[in-house]
């Protein structure tokens, strides 16, 4: 049986837990300390378990950017699945765009999540 993952914003008591994963996944992302972190995670599940995928936002009460998302090697669905996840949380605030200045790679995962190109190598999503 397969864990039911939710997505949220990391808890200030697991950042040092998110920052580590991140530096396995994504030494560059995991460096940036101007980043939200939100993470998929299984809510039944231990405080001290890794997230199985994280999102790094730059967030604004409109246009929110999305800076990056690192996930284990190999794991592509569960960067769209984080992505997809964040898109509905995002829904519930007062934000109208999600947008992204992707890599080739986290582009198609953009695409495969619903976002459009908007010019000037942007990805964007009306929310």
């Known amino acids: 049986m397969t864990a039911l993952l939710l997505v949220r914003r990391v808890p200030p008591a697991r950042l040092e837990l998110t920052r580590t994963t991140a530096r ?3 030494a560059a992302l995991a460096g940036d300390a101007t980043v939200q972190w939100w993470e998929l995670v299984d809510p039944a599940a ?3 378990a890794p997230p199985a995928a994280l999102a790094a936002l730059r967030p604004d009460p409109v246009t929110v950017r999305l800076a990056g998302v690192a996930t284990p090697p190999g794991q592509r669905d569960r ?3 984080v992505v997809v996840a ?3 949380a995002l829904r519930a ?3 109208l765009t999600l947008e992204a200045l992707p890599s080739a790679e ?3 995962i953009l695409r495969d999540a619903g976002f459009l ?4 190598g942007r990805a964007v999503l009306e929310l």
């Open 86 to 88: 964040l898109i509905d």
């Open 46 to 48: 231990d405080d001290a």
């Open 79 to 81: 960067a769209v699945q």
């Open 117 to 120: 190109p908007a010019g000037d």
């Open 24 to 26: 396995q996944w994504d």
């Open 93 to 95: 605030t007062s934000a």
């Open 106 to 108: 986290l582009s198609t």
